[in-house]
């Protein structure tokens, strides 16, 4: 019986009036990748920026439930500590252009001010970028900048900063629709590599991806959480017309 | 209206001419039992081609939708049926023109009397009502209807259970008609392998709707 | 038919297309004329009067050491002045852009931009040199250059951090970094260049402006290097040199002219050695 490290109970977000997710409860299991798919404002990433309280940044953004990490109410505590625990991954890669590959991996501890002795600093930027798969192909120009890097590189390289905090579950918007299909493989393949250390949680528009990588998938429509089952079985017989109807395109 | 779902729609209208062909096929072999009639014997082994030519194009139709357009959900199952249906329609094709077959090889008429003692145009009959019950639970997704075709499937095995103690009978009755006789036996062999195609057929429409597997295992509702 | 009027047609677009590109740069050529006249004149005219006596010797002796050492105090405490209050005000308006007060602040720094700098000088005359008894003051001068300055390094500070990204600051607070350090550590090392930049325009602006320190900074013949006393500076030696008609001032004038034009190409230069080491690719 696998362990929760997610729950959400009567979940709401809001831009201002707009009540943009409903109502949303959901459990998500310990080192599972979970896929979150549905068609354009539907509300997935604003539910997905809600759980490491990314989304009350926007002017006018509030949300209300409870986001349970552990057991311990995201909702309660500073946004800081949270995302210190939630690590995120955006659409387009953003390395900071102004730090090179080494001082990005450990950027979570350089901007934060929190000083660790060089020794430890280097272990931290070996191990992460040898999680992401990029070690070896960086390792002799650490002092680069980050944005000479291709878009695949780029991307992993921000998977490794935001895996350099250590934290518990990495939350993932999109990562590869701005890359190309061999780059998409090699950050697919680190979804599954990942898993046994983290929770993932994906918001994807690629129906495949989701299929290709996640254990469960989580289908968002209008705001609502449709459908929530085992990847296998939401693609060979999901139980709501509304979630066939979009994974077989009758409508995006 | 999705590029699939038109698509799909071709797909499923491919196979009803098929099975239209294949059921004509077997009307022909029937008719050619009854009036000992060699010409439409022949007619069927020359329209088998056809079977065979719907065939191979479904089968290429289903890989083309696989790779063109990954089809999940009730679309794969579909697309999965499809491939099977196909299957045991050609078999039915193959078996009808089988049965015309010994038709032409066959010497001399059937008699009246060995074709209702064998009970092979009863058999033949319900066959025809299974494969039309079995079109019709496909072109309108009617599980019950299929279902209903498990029972009277039992009625061909019967018959083919008792073959070898009919034959044995009628033999010792009318041993001059022993050529006919053993045809008889051959084609009513034949006919039995009708009725399972038909059945694995009726388990696929079942699968592809309900997402319910009954092979190898199904209860008669 | 419809394929021979589409050739015809394309080779009158072609042939016009060609004739706007050689006008435009024409007229750029055009704008360069008068730079290059300039030039050419202030340094035929003034090369003259350079050598080392010129340089180290005082505005009596026909020399502009006074102006030169005022120029290089009375600027760099302007810059001290309006730097920081026009890097902040720059982060204020690049991040409430939507705030009420923000909108006012823009309209503010507008209007200071149009101020005549004469107008600026009397400013400065009334708020630091009328209250502290009529005395005039290098730092008086140098506040009035500081608000001549402060919309220019607002400006060029607030676009370049516009034009960063919105992603690299949720980057920053994805990784649990407050608002003050994503400023600091992440968005204005970005924008170095851009505000650098900046800075040196505003301070190449303000080194040749006499206007301003007029009644300011006031002038002074002699080297002095007290800021709150009267001080020179070399556009303040080009006023009072320019207006004595004898051939020896004049030269001092043009001298003067040649040094300050100098010491501004040196800052461009300098702007484009710092900027192109500092090249943050976004």
Redesign the interface.
Known sequence: MESTIIKTVNYNSYFGDNHVVKNVNIEIPHNNVIAIMGPSGCGKTTFLRGINRMHELIPGAHANGQVLLNGEDVMQLHPIMVRLKIGMVFQRPNPFPNLSIYDNVVAGYKLNGIKLPKSERDQIVEESLTKVALWKEVKDSLNKKGTFLSGGQQQRLCIARAVAMQPEVLLFDEPTSALDPISTSTVEELFIELKNNYTLIIVTHNMQQAARVSDKTAFFYMGELVEYDETKQMFTNPTDQRTQNYITGRFS | MAQIENEIKQLKDEVVNMWMLVRSQLHKAKTAIVNFDKDIAREVVVREKRVNGYELKIDRDCENLFALRTPVAVDLRFVLAILKINNNLERIGDIAEGISKLVIYAELPFSEELLVRSNVLDMLDVCFSILDDALSAFENENTILARSIFKRDEFLNEINIQLIRFTKEYFAEKPEEIDATLYIFSIIRKVERIGDQVKNIAEEIIFYIEAKVLKHHYKND | MIVMDMNANLKWRIGKSKMAQYFIVGLAFLCLIPLALVLFYIFKKGIGSINWHFLSSEQMSGGIWNGILGTLIIVPVSALIAIPIGIMGGIYLSEYK?QKFAIWVSTCVDIIQGIPSIVLGIIGYLWLVLPMHGQHSALSGSVALAVMMLPIIIRSTEETLKLI?D??K?????????FQ??MW??IV??G?NGIISGIMLGVSRISGEAAPLLFTAFGNPFVQNNIFKEMGSLPLIIVDASRNPSPETQAQAWGTSLILLVIIFVLNILTKLLTSRWK???
Do not use: D, I, W
């Open positions: 939507q990204p992603t690299l949720e980057a920053s607070y994805a990784l649990g970094v407050p350090r994503t550590k992440v090392p970005c170095f943050v690719q976004l």
